[in-house]
């Protein structure tokens, strides 16, 4: 029988391509969105549903429809996600916490919730998106690299609790893909032109701007997923970037860490245009 997937975040970039991979190969997908809500949406070959994973009351009826649908998840893919670039000392009241509130919180809830559908099953298998920022910083992306690191950690404990209920966890960390809407991409407000950040911050969003337009193909991501889901056994990370982004991580343990911060602070003041 087909397996169930409900995935989060799936109006767009990876949380879409990924939907798309696993409607292709039959899986049933229960696709989750904010703007699934607002117009009638399509997503070929899955059933889209509106979902903010902010809110309590959102997610009980996107889990509602699922159920209806398609019965209890097999597998749980949690993407949903928005960056905030701001300088660490410019964030605004609000901002840090929605950051928070849809990468880090969002994922808990939606865990929360299909656990117990997944226990009294004795199987299931939970994917949580994290980044390469859950395992280093990187200028301007404070809220963001703190709420990828508190899934990180999060999702170890979740897979030591939920592995003797034949639970399994894995942990997605993409590098740069050429995925993102700009919409999930806001600005801090504190980021004026009198910031005594603002040239450093203007730098560094170029190169994050332009690593993000020259990275991985998302619908690769898309492929990973779906073949690191047919294994018996599921990995517990999954790390689909571009080699200097595999070196950075590598190097980030390996390295004294003035001589990394030497290093990446040097890169993310390069110019690219
Ligand atoms: N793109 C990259 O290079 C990259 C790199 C590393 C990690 N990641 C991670 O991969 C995931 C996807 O990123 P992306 O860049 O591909 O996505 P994206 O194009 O920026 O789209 C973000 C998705 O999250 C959804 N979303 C935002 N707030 C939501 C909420 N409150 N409730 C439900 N859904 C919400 C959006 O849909 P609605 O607005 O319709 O709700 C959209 O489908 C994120 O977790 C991100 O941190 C991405």
Not at 41 to 49: E, F, I, P, Q, T
Not at 141 to 163: D, F, P, V
Request: a positive charge; proline letters at 4%; one cysteine or more.
């Amino acid at each position: 029988m087909a397996k169930t997937v409900w995935i989060t975040g799936a109006s767009s970039g990876l949380g879409l391509h990924t939907a798309m991979a696993l409607a292709k190969r039959g899986y049933q997908v229960a696709a989750g969105a904010r703007s699934f809500g607002k117009e009638e949406s399509k997503v070929a070959g899955c059933l889209c549903l509106s979902l903010d994973v902010t809110q309590e009351a959102s997610i009980a009826s996107f889990i509602a429809a699922a159920k209806e649908s398609f019965g209890p998840p097999d597998i749980l893919i949690n993407c949903a996600g928005v960056l905030n670039l701001c300088a660490c000392e410019s964030y605004c009241p609000g901002e840090v916490e929605k950051v928070m509130e849809v990468n880090f919180l969002g994922q808990v809830k939606m865990i929360s919730h299909v656990l117990p559908l997944m226990r009294e099953r004795g199987h299931g298998r939970i994917i949580n998106f994290s980044s390469i920022n859950g395992l280093m910083g990187i200028p301007f992306q404070g809220a963001y690299t703190a709420s990828k690191h508190a899934i990180e950690g999060y999702s170890e404990c979740l897979q030591l609790e939920c592995r003797p209920h034949g639970i399994e966890v894995m942990v997605v960390r993409p590098g740069d893909h050429q995925s993102g809407g700009q919409g999930y991409r806001a600005h801090g407000r504190g980021m004026g032109d009198d910031s005594p950040y603002r040239a450093a911050y203007d730098k560094a969003c170029r190169v994050i701007h332009w690593d993000e337009s020259h990275g991985c193909d998302p619908d690769r991501l898309g492929e990973k997923i779906a073949k690191a889901l047919e294994k018996k056994r599921l990995p517990r990370t999954l790390c689909v970037a571009k080699l200097d982004q595999h070196l950075a991580v590598w190097l980030h343990d390996l390295l004294p860490a003035r001589l990394f911060e030497k290093i990446i602070a040097s890169y993310y003041r390069k110019t690219k245009d």
